[in-house]
């Protein structure tokens, strides 16, 4: 059971109401994550607005495949669980990309300096050295999708860090980072 309560529509704040139904509207349901962050209208809808923003960046194959591996570098069993189901429904990635995701990497050589360079951001808080910049740069990627790479990474973390702070209920088919990748 969550830490947090986590509201149903009738039950949260007035000023999140609006942001809920949005987001039942896009996705026929409103994810308990979504519902535990309207406890704070403020939160939530700071990130839906980043979310929102964010998902014109790069291609959804790539942000579902960081997502992952931030959510395995944070040990963050709701989004793992919420990300491989979107990895596989939404992104159409393998069950071997997202395992390969969940470790940082990926079976596209592009795709596969992202993934590790947002794993290492994370592991390493931004910490990064010049090679890893140049790397992303032969891979392809632009200065504007370097910063894409690294607002999606923490993106990702904030909801690592609330969904483990809270231990959301999960409702996905669960996933968990102690099962191999």
């Known amino acids: 059971m969550s830490r947090l309560p986590i509201p149903d529509f009738d039950s949260a704040p007035a000023a999140s109401r609006p942001i809920l139904e949005a987001v039942h509207k896009q996705l026929g349901v409103v994810p308990n994550m979504f519902r535990l962050i309207a406890t704070s209208p403020a939160a939530l809808e700071g990130y839906t607005g980043n979310n929102g923003a964010l998902c014109r960046a790069l291609d959804v194959k790539t942000r579902e495949r960081i997502a992952l591996a931030v959510a395995q570098v944070n040990g963050c069993d709701y989004c793992l669980s919420a990300h491989t189901y979107l990895g596989l429904n939404l992104a159409n990635l393998t069950p071997e990309e997202v395992a390969r ?81």
């Open 101 to 181: 995701n969940r470790t940082g990497r990926s079976g596209e050589a592009k795709a596969d300096a992202a993934v590790g360079f947002a794993a290492k951001v994370v592991r390493e808080r931004g910490r990064v050295s010049e090679s890893d910049i140049t790397g992303l740069r032969e891979a392809g990627y632009a200065d504007g999708q370097i910063v894409e790479i690294v607002a999606l990474a923490a993106e990702n973390v904030f909801t690592n860090l609330i969904n483990n702070v809270a231990e959301t209920d999960i409702d996905f088919p669960v996933v968990t980072a102690s099962q191999a990748g």
